[in-house]
């Protein structure tokens, strides 16, 4: 036994149990207390909808382990959802459970309206119940979020708006099932009173057993006294888990950090520095930026992003423009583009920086007019794309290289279909893939050869499923970029013709999607509504 048999607490853990209506009222509170950890959270999408689900069907969900301890006044994350607690002389430290308490606060306090994206945009489908996550497509009507059914006066206001509450009565009592199963389920708690860390180590090496368990250091460093709470990997992991966008590196982090505070490009932190800032305001700011990647440029997950430039350059615009107009966003949508294809963006030294974050100042079309100025301009353009396509012919497919990821984005943006159910793949789908795997195992060689390579693969589909396509739909094939004579080449496994009108096929398709994505070269002036606006901030100042 070792040191553990001199191991005795001084009054036995209290057993009792909560409802998640309680848990949640805790969480509010402030009382319940997630420690930082350095590192994310390991439940992916499908591990969030199965414990909801487990939940409604009234299948146990394991037992929790607090430690009850004072707490000082910090402010609190749990995904998207942020809570400032006070400071309180018994607080629920979490020793076993993070998991489960922050997809309960995360999903159901979600503080979006409609949410979308990130691993806790929760739904139930009330006709085929079950939970769904939702990314960026308009739901159905008959599916619920989360932080609605978790309340009952949001739940009864919801079906009160319901355009469906008369033709479907059945839906709106399951709905309020819904609701009461979700609050009133209840949940086996121990509760251990100020324990030594040593005896909190014991307890928790005995009780976390399940298959998907936190390794015991990260427990135990997060326990009272033990957290670090403002931490780069802490952060990261925070975004993460809230957009869906992946991990970013530390280093491309604190990049993001030194543009958003001001830091010239080449300051290196050293242990007698002043006290820095809070990472707080970098990483709001990179919050909006990535959804603006997400969300308006259409780079759902940073492996597929071809340069980490246009990250920094975003934070520090975002930062100091936190909600720019639609006509903004999509001319800076047009820089990303335009500097990824060019190759611009792979410069990334400390005097290129410099000179492009000088570019951002207090008027966000201004800005945004000379960071277009830093890219190619029309008749540079079609050069870029022609080389693109020959890339796609003769070069090996390396999922670490820019030219690659844009590839892999075009294909995606195509909406590959699964060729057996028909349906395009999802951007939590891709997200979750990535999340586990690199970029290159998005893309298959269907002839198993070396000749004409990225030709011959067909992306976003597993091989064994690349038999299928020869006999799906027309939309699905048009979806991985097949014509019919690509089709029959395909049937009689003549790769060499396959390749010929694939790449073919590839080069008219990709064309456009670039042509598309780099905007318009004539027209970058602002909206009419934000030079009214410039005007009257000009009259008022003078």
Request: neutral net charge; hydrophobic residues 45%; aromatic residues 10%.
């Amino acid at each position: 036994m070792g040191s553990e048999g001199a191991i005795r607490l001084e009054r036995r853990p209290e057993a009792r149990s909560f409802t998640v209506g309680e848990i949640l009222l805790a969480v509010r509170d402030g009382k319940i207390r997630v420690p930082e950890f350095q590192r994310p959270l390991r439940w992916k999408s499908q591990n969030v909808l199965d414990f909801f689900d487990s939940i409604y069907r009234g299948i146990p969900v394991g037992t929790l382990l607090f430690s009850r301890d004072k707490a000082d006044a910090q402010t609190l994350h749990f995904g998207p959802v942020g809570i400032d607690a006070p400071a309180m002389s018994d607080a629920l430290f979490v020793v076993d459970g993070q998991q489960r308490i922050t997809s309960l606060a995360a999903a159901i306090l979600h503080p979006d309206k409609t949410p979308r994206n990130g691993l806790f945009a929760v739904w139930f489908d009330l006709e085929m119940e079950r939970f769904v996550r939702v990314t960026t497509t308009t739901p159905p009507l008959t599916w619920i979020p989360l932080n609605i059914a978790g309340n009952r006066k949001a739940t009864m206001k919801w079906v009160h708006e319901w355009p469906l509450q008369h033709e479907l009565p059945e839906l709106v009592d399951r709905a309020f099932e819904l609701n009461d199963r979700i609050e009133g389920f209840s949940i086996p708690v121990y509760i251990v009173e100020r324990a030594s860390q040593e005896a909190l180590r014991v307890i928790f090496n005995r009780t976390n057993t399940r298959g998907m368990q936190l390794r015991e250091n990260e427990v135990f460093d997060a326990l009272p006294g033990r957290q670090k709470a403002d931490s780069v990997k802490t952060t990261i992991a925070r975004l993460a888990d809230s957009t869906g966008f992946g991990l970013l590196n530390p280093d491309w982090f604190l990049d993001c950090y030194k543009a958003v505070e001001g830091l010239d490009p080449g300051t290196t932190f050293r242990d007698d520095m002043a006290e820095l800032p809070s990472l707080r305001r970098a990483e709001e700011a990179l919050r909006r930026a990535i959804s603006f990647l997400i969300d308006d440029v259409g780079i759902p997950h940073v492996k597929m992003l071809p340069y980490k430039l246009p990250l920094l350059i975003l934070a520090r615009f975002f930062a100091i423009h936190a909600d720019p107009e639609p006509r903004a966003r999509r001319q800076l949508s047009w820089w990303v583009w335009r500097g990824a294809l060019g190759g611009q963006h792979a410069e990334a030294n400390h005097a290129r920086l410099r000179e492009l974050l000088a570019t951002i100042g207090a008027a966000p079309y201004t800005s945004i007019e000379r960071l277009l100025a830093t890219t190619p301009q029309r008749q540079f353009m079609g050069d870029f794309v022609v080389q693109l396509m020959d890339f796609c012919e003769k070069c090996n497919w390396d999922g670490r290289a820019a030219r690659s990821r844009l590839f892999a984005l075009a294909l995606y943006h195509f909406r590959p279909c699964d060729p057996l159910t028909g349906e395009p793949l999802s951007q939590s789908a891709l997200q979750d893939f990535l999340n586990e795997h690199e970029l290159g195992k998005l893309i298959i060689d269907v002839s198993g050869s070396q000749h004409g390579v990225l030709a011959l693969h067909v992306a976003l589909v597993t091989k064994r499923h690349v038999k299928y396509l020869a006999d799906a739909s027309v939309e699905v094939r048009k979806s991985h970029v097949l014509d019919d004579m690509a089709v029959d080449a395909l049937r009689r496994r003549d790769w060499k013709e396959f390749t010929q009108y694939r790449s073919q096929e590839l080069s008219s398709r990709m064309a456009q999607f670039f042509n598309l994505k780099v905007g318009s070269f004539d027209n970058t002036r602002p909206s009419v509504a934000a030079i009214v606006r410039h005007v009257d901030i000009l009259a008022k100042s003078a």
